[in-house]
């Protein structure tokens, strides 16, 4: 008898030091431990205040600045570009000499690249024209129609006029790249590309 009345004691001294345990964690949970009124008072590292907001906003404002200045240079290209203000420049290469088209011939030539296809046209005794002749549908090759006296895409049987360049049927709906010409010492110079005019 007197042993269970030792155990009787032993279990209450584990059920009050439970409760004490208890009602300590709540207070725990319930009051800030430490005696800081700000924000901060969970910042218990010494290198976690560098992880707040504003330093994070700060951080993300200095990368956008950054960004923003290191593509400005290639931004400015592009406007240039864009507008016209930066005259482009190319290189003067002899195509064809005149006495070896005849009125209606054409002849295929590679410009300002060489895996850039063109087409030259001789439409009358002192009328040249040449153009870029990738289709400017689906970039197919186009060709010379002396018969129809017209410029063909035959993949979607797109046409083109040869002496603007302007497609007259079929899909496409931009003119032909123009390749600027002149005659100097009886032959034909490319020497230039005309910009796209919307």
Not at 24 to 34: A, E, L
Not at 115 to 136: F, M, P, V, W
Not at 138 to 165: N, Y
Request: proline residues 6%; glycine residues 8%.
């Amino acid at each position: 008898m007197p042993q269970e009345k030792e155990l009787g004691q032993g279990q209450g001294h584990q059920r009050e030091h439970l409760q004490e345990h208890q009602q300590g964690h709540k207070r725990d949970n319930n009051h800030s431990p430490f005696q800081e009124d700000n924000y901060t008072h969970n910042i218990r590292k010494n290198d976690e205040r560098k992880l707040d907001r504003r330093g994070f906003m700060k951080t993300l404002v200095g990368a956008a600045g950054v960004f923003a200045v290191s593509t400005l240079p290639w931004g400015t290209l592009a406007a240039r570009e864009l507008t016209g203000l930066k005259k482009k420049a190319y290189p003067k290469l002899k195509i064809a000499d005149i006495r070896s088209l005849q009125v209606g011939d054409a002849v295929e030539f590679a410009y300002p690249g060489e895996h850039d296809s063109a087409l030259l046209i001789r439409l009358g005794d002192n009328e040249y024209k040449a153009y870029q002749n990738a289709c400017t549908h689906l970039k197919c090759p186009v060709f010379w129609s002396k018969e129809q006296d017209e410029m063909v895409c035959p993949c979607h049987h797109g046409i083109f006029d040869a002496r603007t360049g302007i497609p007259t049927a079929g899909p496409p709906k931009r003119p032909l790249p123009e390749v600027l010409l002149k005659q100097e010492s009886g032959a034909i110079y490319a020497i230039g590309v005309k910009r796209y005019e919307a």
